[in-house]
C-alpha cells in the first residue's frame, strides 16, 4: 500500500514543475529575440549587398532586379547556365524543328489582316504543320512577345523590300503585332504591293515595298500582252524603294525567286545577256550571277544614301519552293504532312549557292561602310525553310488567285514563317546596342 503523499509535498513538487515549465518558455522567447534580431541585421546587409552565385553576380536592388528580370524575360538568354550559349555568338540558322504543343500566337480567327492566299486554316489544310519550332543548336530562339516587340520599336519604322515572300514575313508581322494592338492602315496602293500600317500606342510604322529584282524590271510585252519575262537593267535602281530609304530605322530586304524564270540582262542601256534564256549568240550569265549583282546594287544603295545613318539593314536568305510531281500549273503539289528529315534536302544545290552569295555580299558591305554610319545583318532561313516542305498552302487556299495551282512557294499563316520574326526580334534586341 502506497504512502500518502502530504500537503507539503505536493505544493513543494508543484511548484517545481511551474519554475521549469516558465524556464522553458523564457528560453524560447530568447531564442525567438535572437532569431529576429539576426533577421534584421542580415536583411539590412542584403538590400544593399549585390551577391555572387557560381562566380556570376546577382542583383538584389529590386529596381534593377525587376529590369534585369524583363530584359531576360525578352531575350530568354540564360546567363547561369554554361551549357547554353549566349545568344551573340549562336547561330540561328543550325538547328532543327521539334514538336510543340503549343498554339500558334494568332490564327485566321484573331488576325483580320490575314490574306487568303496564306489563309490555310479557312481553307480546311490539317492543321499538323502549326505545332514545331526551331530550335537552334547552340541556344534558345524565344517564342514572339507582340507587346516586347512593339517597345523595341517604339518611335521607329520599319520597311520590308522584296517579293511576295518578303510580303509574307510582313503579314507574319502584322499578325503578330495586332494580338497586342489594332494597326491603322495609312496606305496601300490599288494592287496592295505597297502599304503602310501605323500602331498609334508605340508610335511605330510598318511599311512593305513590292520590289522583285531592287533594281529596275520591265515586263516583256508580246502582242499587246505582258509575259513572264523581265528587261533587268542591273545599273538602275527601282527608285519606288530606294527614295523612301531617308527616315526608315529597320529594313529588311529579301529575294531572289524572280530570277528561276527567263529574263534579260541590260547594263549601260544595251542587252548583254540572259538568265535561263539557251538562245544563241546570248550569253546566258545564270542565276547566281544576276543575284549577286543586284543584291550588290541594292546594298551598296544604302551606304550611299544621304539621310540613312544609323539606319539597320536584315538581309533575309532565299528560301526554296517545295513542289513535288511537277510545278505551278502543270500538276506540282505539296502535300507533305511533317517537316522533312535534313538528310533529304541538298545543300549543293542553286538555293545554297544562292545563300551564300547573300551572306558574302553582307560582308562586303560591312567591310565597305568604314565609317560604320549603317548596320547590316543576316537572317539566315534558308536551310530551316529548306526542311519544311509541310508548311505551304499546296491546294488550301483560294486558288483564283493563281489560276487554280498549288501553292508550293508562299507560306501558310500561322506557320513556319513566323520563325522569321522571332529570329527579327532576338536580332532586333542585339541591335538596340547601336542607338
Known amino acids: 500500500m502506497a504512502s500518502p503523499v502530504s500537503p507539503c509535498t505536493s505544493k513543494i513538487q508543484n511548484g517545481t514543475e511551474w519554475i521549469s515549465l516558465l524556464q522553458k518558455k523564457l528560453a524560447s522567447f530568447l531564442f525567438l529575440l535572437l532569431l529576429l534580431s539576426a533577421s534584421f541585421l542580415f536583411s539590412t546587409w542584403y538590400s544593399s549587398h549585390n551577391f555572387t552565385f557560381g562566380g556570376k553576380e546577382v542583383l538584389r536592388d529590386s529596381a534593377l532586379l525587376t529590369d534585369h528580370l524583363e530584359l531576360n524575360s525578352t531575350a530568354q538568354i540564360i546567363a547561369h547556365d554554361e551549357a547554353v550559349s549566349p545568344i551573340k555568338s549562336c547561330d540561328l540558322s543550325k538547328g532543327k524543328w521539334l514538336r510543340d504543343s503549343r498554339e500558334p500566337l494568332y490564327s485566321n480567327l484573331t488576325c483580320s489582316f490575314l490574306p487568303e492566299t496564306s489563309n ?34 517604339r518611335g521607329k519604322k520599319m520597311a520590308f523590300v522584296g517579293d511576295s515572300l518578303a510580303r509574307n514575313q510582313f503579314d507574319s508581322l502584322l499578325c503578330l503585332l495586332s494580338q497586342a494592338e489594332t494597326p491603322l492602315d495609312v496606305y496601300h496602293d490599288p494592287f496592295d504591293k505597297f502599304r503602310t500600317m501605323h500602331f498609334p500606342s508605340s508610335n511605330f510604322t510598318l511599311m512593305v515595298m513590292w520590289s522583285e529584282f531592287y533594281v529596275q524590271g520591265i515586263p516583256i510585252i508580246i502582242n499587246g500582252t505582258a509575259t513572264a519575262s523581265f528587261d533587268i537593267h542591273l545599273d538602275i535602281l527601282n527608285t519606288k524603294w530606294t527614295s523612301q530609304l531617308p527616315g526608315l530605322d529597320y529594313l529588311i530586304i529579301s529575294g531572289g525567286n524572280w530570277f528561276f524564270r527567263v529574263n534579260y540582262l541590260h547594263e549601260n542601256g544595251s542587252r548583254i545577256g540572259c538568265v535561263n534564256c539557251r538562245e544563241e549568240n546570248l550569253k546566258d550569265y545564270g542565276i547566281a550571277y544576276a543575284i549577286r549583282r543586284v543584291v550588290r546594287k541594292a546594298l551598296e544603295s544604302i551606304i550611299s544614301c544621304q539621310d540613312c545613318d544609323g539606319l539597320v539593314t536584315f538581309l533575309r536568305t532565299y528560301t526554296t519552293s517545295h513542289f513535288e510531281n511537277g510545278s505551278w500549273f502543270n500538276g506540282g503539289d505539296c502535300n507533305r504532312t511533317e517537316p522533312l528529315d535534313e538528310k533529304e534536302i541538298n545543300l549543293e544545290g542553286i538555293e545554297w549557292e544562292v545563300r551564300k552569295i547573300q551572306n558574302e555580299e553582307i560582308e562586303r558591305i560591312k567591310v565597305m561602310d568604314k565609317d560604320a554610319k549603317n548596320h547590316f545583318g543576316v537572317l539566315d532561313v534558308t536551310k530551316a525553310m529548306m526542311i519544311r516542305a509541310d508548311g505551304h498552302p499546296g491546294a488550301f487556299y483560294n486558288k483564283k488567285w493563281f489560276n487554280n495551282a498549288n501553292d508550293c512557294l508562299h507560306w501558310c499563316l500561322p506557320g513556319p514563317v513566323d520563325m522569321w520574326n522571332e529570329m527579327l526580334m532576338l536580332n532586333l534586341i542585339s541591335s538596340s546596342s547601336f542607338d
Open 120 to 153: 490555310c486554316q479557312m481553307y480546311g489544310k490539317p492543321p499538323g504543320y502549326l505545332y514545331w519550332r526551331w530550335k537552334p543548336d547552340e541556344c534558345d530562339l524565344p517564342r514572339f512577345e507582340s507587346k516586347s516587340f512593339l517597345d523595341l520599336v
